[in-house]
């Protein structure tokens, strides 16, 4: 499985877009990246995934770019809420297997 | 309600003292897993279940035994507790691939375990 790199934290203002890059530039054809999220000690939470489009649900905006190297996910407005630790995860199409890297940690401040 | 219930949700025991952790999902999924998370490890997964009687090692499963008998439950057994297993333990359900191409995967709310 590919193996993804994101920084370790970031902050964000509250109201403001926060951007969680992802590099995954050993990613091959058949492996999609997802993006789970983990506020505090609760079980993490799926978010959004995508193979080759950028994608867009109601929490967030995935964008991937024409290489497929590297990713970004987009919260549009982020809350005080969305303080969590972020992970990009890639996965292969043929397995249910998720691989947690250690995420980013996203600090939203007043 | 959609959810993944893991009980209990803390646990405070013993050196060898057998213990069992339930996992049980209202979702009809086929596939199961636990995990275990710890400071700086991010989480492992410890054991999976493919379907009903289908289980298999994940990448840390020393320690660890589970069954799937039924559908819904898929119960974490420590036979004989040892301190390095004190962590914080996910439950997790999905649909698997053959059902979905969304395999998003439910986690359930987490078993915080201290072995004294």
């Known amino acids: 499985d590919a193996k993804t790199t994101q920084p370790p934290s970031m902050d964000c203002a509250e109201g403001r877009a926060a951007n969680l890059p992802c590099n995954h530039s050993t990613i091959s054809g058949n492996e999609y990246v997802y993006w789970y999220r983990q506020i505090h000690s609760q079980g993490p939470q799926y978010i959004i995934h995508?193979?080759?489009n950028n994608e867009t649900n109601e929490m967030a905006s995935l964008i991937i770019t024409e290489d497929r190297k590297s990713s970004t996910l987009i919260l549009p407005h982020a809350t005080l809420r969305d303080t969590a630790v972020y992970y990009c995860i890639v996965r292969r199409s043929d397995t249910d297997k998720l691989i947690f890297g250690t995420g980013t940690r996203l600090q939203v401040f007043p | 309600e959609a959810q993944v219930t893991q009980n209990p949700r803390y646990l405070i025991t013993v050196t060898g003292k057998k213990l069992t952790v339930t996992c049980s999902q209202n979702m009809n999924h086929e596939y199961m897993s636990w995990y275990r998370q710890d400071p700086g490890l991010g989480l492992r997964q410890i054991y999976y279940s493919m379907n009903v009687e289908v289980t298999d090692k994940g990448d840390v499963p020393e320690g660890y035994k589970v069954s799937r008998k039924e559908k819904r439950n898929f119960p974490l057994i420590l036979e004989s507790p040892s301190p390095n297993q004190t962590s914080l333990y996910f439950c997790?359900?999905?649909?698997?691939?053959?059902?979905?191409?969304?395999?998003?995967?439910?986690f359930g709310p987490g078993t915080r375990l201290t072995v004294l």
């Open positions: 995508g193979l080759k």
């Open positions: 997790a359900s999905s649909l698997s691939l053959g059902q979905s191409l969304r395999v998003e995967q439910f």
